[in-house]
């Protein structure tokens, strides 16, 4: 899997989130003056419980949502006053499986490297280079409502990676595959990030996150509360490990390993 071209605004950061607002029209404040920076080059882990607020940055992120206030860029260029320059540096592997079911898996990888302006050519070798990386090359004919669970997520990370982005967007990109689908799309993202790509990382799987993120930041309630590295996190909630710091995080710290080993043993009234 071949590397990217870095030829874009120097040094920027991959995403650079400031005082970013969602308000709907309901009422509801999703996000609450959210201020990220996401280094070029990072792997970078937002964990938050459901409703906290990461897929609504990921939405004004890629354009799926308008913010209220505030300031989205990647790398340099403004997500909404540049949209397309910005939009063509990002890969989206969204957390819903929204796959044309009509189209084979070649068609569906094709039409996206068309969607962003690649020329035949170079659609056609990037294609080769995907369905081989990703264990795809006898599903290429196949349409994609015919595909098991665990192909569809390959195709979901390897069509998000079809056009080059520069960063990477994964949300919830394991979510409800088995334990061996879930370390080869590990080694798939690590390999990514290890050529140049930035990525965004959301996921409920803590040792997920863990492992592959140099740096973790903490939304809730459309804030973002904690970041820092896995340790730093744990230390700064006072506890011994990054499942623990989200556990105080959510207010379910009898949740805690620690804590259930305690009552290990404990006759229950």
Not at 183 to 196: A, I, K, S, T
């Amino acid at each position: 899997m071949e590397g990217i071209d870095r030829n874009g605004q120097g040094n920027a950061p991959a995403l650079l989130v400031s005082d970013l607002v969602k308000r709907y029209a309901t009422g509801v404040e999703a996000l609450k003056g959210v201020s990220l920076e996401i280094p070029d080059g990072s792997f970078f882990g937002l964990l938050g419980p459901n409703g906290a607020g990461k897929s609504t940055l990921i939405h004004c992120a890629t354009g799926l949502a308008m913010p209220t206030s505030g300031r989205i860029e990647i790398f340099g260029n403004d997500a909404i006053t540049r949209y397309r320059e910005a939009r063509e540096a990002v890969g989206l592997a969204p957390q819903d499986l929204n796959l044309d079911w009509f189209l084979t898996v070649e068609e569906t990888l094709d039409f996206h490297g068309g969607y962003f302006g690649m020329p035949k050519a170079d659609r056609e070798e990037r294609v080769e280079e995907l369905l081989d990386a990703f264990s795809l090359v006898d599903k290429r004919d196949q349409r994609t409502r015919t595909l098991s669970g665990g192909m569809k997520r390959r195709l979901i990370l390897a069509r998000a990676l079809m056009h080059r982005p520069r960063l990477l967007i994964l949300d919830e990109p394991t979510a409800g595959v088995d334990v061996e689908l879930r370390l080869e799309l590990w080694h798939y993202v690590q390999e990514v990030n290890r050529l140049g790509t930035s990525i965004l990382l959301t996921t409920h799987y803590l040792e997920e996150a863990e492992q592959l993120c140099d740096q973790i930041a903490f939304i809730n309630h459309g804030e973002i509360v904690a970041q820092g590295t896995s340790p730093e996190l744990a230390g700064r909630f006072g506890v011994d490990s990054l499942e623990d710091a989200y556990l105080e995080l959510v207010g379910r710290k009898e949740l805690s390993r620690s804590h259930l080993g305690e009552l290990d043993g404990t006759e229950i009234e």
